[in-house]
């Protein structure tokens, strides 16, 4: 709350009454419809990564909407811990193979939002280095090249272990978990399906919060740049700052709006604005969907 009180003590309320004035309830509807359809990818995806045989399809689903209200009020997405755990306990899945998937589920959607971004900043160099920094562009490569190293490095360690011998303790898990993600990414039809999923989830995430921008009443000549940024920005401060509070949605919209050409004496009311649609967006399509499945699970 301080920091929301932080950004929005100088707020216009007649300017954001009017840049809500603006916005569109029809295209709030879509986005909230649109970011639906990536959630339910998105443990879709999550079924997809585990091994088979696989539990039914809409346990999996259910376990992962109802973990995923929890990653909205706690921070560092605590939230998928109880997806492991919840795998653990309705479908008999081993916290080691439970890892195994949230770990491929999460780190190719980050992966593939990395190598998007990277193209957003090629085809929008003046906006995105204007506020990220000229070198942009190398320290988005020097992730994914990270990433694809690491990728690599798993797959090499996992095949030095073998899956059929005892383990035990932290060490036994690390091995497990190992050994089952370089399994599923030597596979390369596994690998092929998720890397597809989470490429379509991405359009989908990035659709909806680039909708949120109209839906707000905030006009830009290339919102889908600055939605993205701003959902990059968001989900790194949801490490520090619970999403439910919106102040990263807030803090972040504030610093990436005036470099789109909002006038500085607009930002504060533009960027409350759009704080709310994006709140509205990543809020209650997970809300409707996984509360009642996480309520189930008391």
């Not at 999550?46 to 399809?57: E, F, H, Q, S, V």
């Not at 193979?97 to 959607?109: D, Q, W």
């Not at 607009?266 to 499945?293: D, E, K, N």
Request: glycine fraction near 10%.
């Amino acid at each position: 709350m301080a920091v929301l009180g932080a950004l929005f003590k100088d707020l216009d309320v007649e300017q954001l009454q009017g840049f809500l004035a603006q916005g569109s309830m029809w295209l709030l509807g879509l986005a909230l419809l649109t970011k639906a359809s990536g959630l339910l990818l998105h443990e879709s995806r999550l079924w997809l990564a585990l091994p088979t045989p696989r539990p039914p399809l809409p346990r999996v689903i259910e376990v992962g909407l109802a973990a995923g209200v929890l990653n909205l009020v706690l921070p560092a997405r605590a939230g998928d811990i109880a997806v492991i755990a919840f795998l653990k306990r309705e479908c008999g899945i081993s916290p080691a193979t439970g890892t195994m998937a949230v770990g491929i589920t999460s780190i190719l959607e980050a992966a593939l939002f990395g190598l998007y971004l990277l193209a957003a900043v090629i085809l929008g160099a003046h906006h995105m280095t204007g506020l990220l920094g000229d070198d942009v562009a190398l320290w988005l490569s020097v992730f994914l090249g990270l990433s694809l190293l690491g990728g690599i490095g798993i797959v090499f360690l996992g095949r030095r272990i073998d899956p059929t011998a005892p383990h035990s303790g932290l060490v036994g898990f690390v091995k497990r978990t190992t050994a089952e993600t370089a399994h599923g990414l030597s596979d390369a039809r596994y690998l092929g399906l998720q890397t597809l999923s989470a490429a379509l989830q991405v359009v989908l995430v990035v659709v909806a919060f680039t909708l949120a921008m109209p839906a707000a009443g905030i006009q830009l000549e290339h919102p889908e740049l600055a939605a993205s940024l701003i959902l990059g920005a968001s989900s790194i401060l949801a490490v520090l700052l619970p999403p439910v509070f919106a102040a990263g949605p807030a803090a972040a919209a504030a610093a990436v709006l005036p470099v789109f050409g909002v006038p500085a004496d607009q930002v504060a009311a533009s960027a409350a604005a759009y704080a709310g649609a994006y709140w509205l967006v990543a809020h209650t399509p997970a809300g409707i969907m996984g509360l009642p499945a996480l309520l189930r699970r008391r």
